[in-house]
């Protein structure tokens, strides 16, 4: 199995900044793109931003300019580098990951999540 592991959060004022990690660990053969996610209280889960294994990035409009995305893959972690936060960024942020284990080799491709890590961005 795979495991991932956020971790960052917090509580901050509006304008400030906080970095989210999510490590990845298990039987990993391949990790190809990885990702985060939010979900805000009575909302739906949306995408924030994405990277693949070879760094090419998307970002959701709401968070373009002021969150950047970026991995290590020799430490198999995805980091969240958010900037100029605002209240309406506050919700649980989940680490998502496309992973080829060691178990079932490369013909297969599962998707995996962390546990969800709490940002609470205060006015």
């Known amino acids: 199995q795979v495991q991932l592991v956020e971790s960052g959060g917090g509580l901050v004022q509006a304008g400030g900044s906080l970095r989210l990690s999510c490590a990845a660990s298990?039987?990993?053969?391949?990790?190809?793109?990885m990702g985060w996610y939010r979900q805000a209280p009575g909302k739906q889960r949306e995408l924030v931003t994405t990277?693949?294994?070879?760094?090419?990035?998307n970002y959701a409009d709401s968070v373009k300019g002021r969150f950047t995305i970026s991995r290590d893959n020799a430490k198999n972690t995805v980091y969240l580098q958010m900037n100029s936060l605002k209240p309406e960024d506050t919700a649980v942020y989940y680490c998502?990951?496309?992973?080829?284990?060691?178990?079932?080799?490369?013909?297969?491709?599962?998707?995996?999540w962390g546990q969800g890590t709490q940002v609470t961005v205060s006015s």
């Open positions: 990277i693949t294994k070879g760094g090419t990035t």
């Open positions: 298990g039987n990993i053969l391949r990790i190809n793109a």
């Open positions: 998502n990951a496309d992973v080829q284990t060691t178990i079932t080799g490369w013909g297969t491709v599962y998707n995996y």
